[in-house]
């Protein structure tokens, strides 16, 4: 095989998948709490592409014969909870929230996506198309306010040791 072992193809499924359904997790999580706020058509919007790119990471798992990570409850919880929990502290920290993950989110993906370089063209084409929203709902993040909120950098910080640990761990688990 070209470009990455079978052993980095295996991880990078299924770190993808599980960062896509963590994802998904916390906008539900968002919604929960801001349902009926102005931002929640955004929010929507945002959930319904993370759900695309988590069937089709699903249907990449399958494809590869890849498990899914053994992590998934606690993601399925801590997604949630993460949502939940900036969104009570109102649209401004879950907007800073999702800035914070995608911008890990975005390098994580680039550094895949030049791993992978032309082999295996049908994880590539999941990876740019993901990254490509992501870095949509980064900007989108961004142009609300996110760095606005008070404490960003503090936030900011925690929430990337968070998003990092969870790769690290999805990846492994």
Not at 45 to 68: D, G, Y
Not at 85 to 92: D, F, I, R
Not at 138 to 164: D, H, M, N, R, W
Request: hydrophobic share 45%; net charge neutral.
């Amino acid at each position: 095989m070209n470009g990455v072992s079978a052993e980095a193809r295996t991880r990078m499924l299924r770190v993808n998948h599980a960062g896509e359904y963590g994802a998904q997790r916390i906008y539900e999580g968002q919604l929960a709490v801001l349902g009926r706020h102005a931002l929640a058509p955004r929010i929507r919007h945002m959930a319904a592409q993370e759900k695309k790119h988590l069937e089709t990471f699903t249907a990449l798992l399958l494809k590869h014969n890849v498990r899914p990570t053994l992590l998934q409850p606690l993601w399925h919880v801590a997604g949630f909870a993460l949502g939940a929990g900036t969104a009570l502290l109102g649209a401004k920290a879950a907007m800073a929230c999702t800035a914070a993950v995608e911008e890990v989110i975005e390098g994580h993906y680039a550094a895949q996506a030049e791993a992978l370089g032309d082999t295996q063209p049908d994880i590539k084409a999941a990876i740019d198309s993901a990254s490509h929203d992501e870095v949509a709902h980064k900007q989108e993040a961004l142009e609300y306010g996110a760095e606005t909120l008070p404490g960003y950098p503090i936030f900011k910080a925690v929430i990337t040791f968070g998003s990092i640990a969870a790769i690290w761990l999805s990846q492994r688990v």
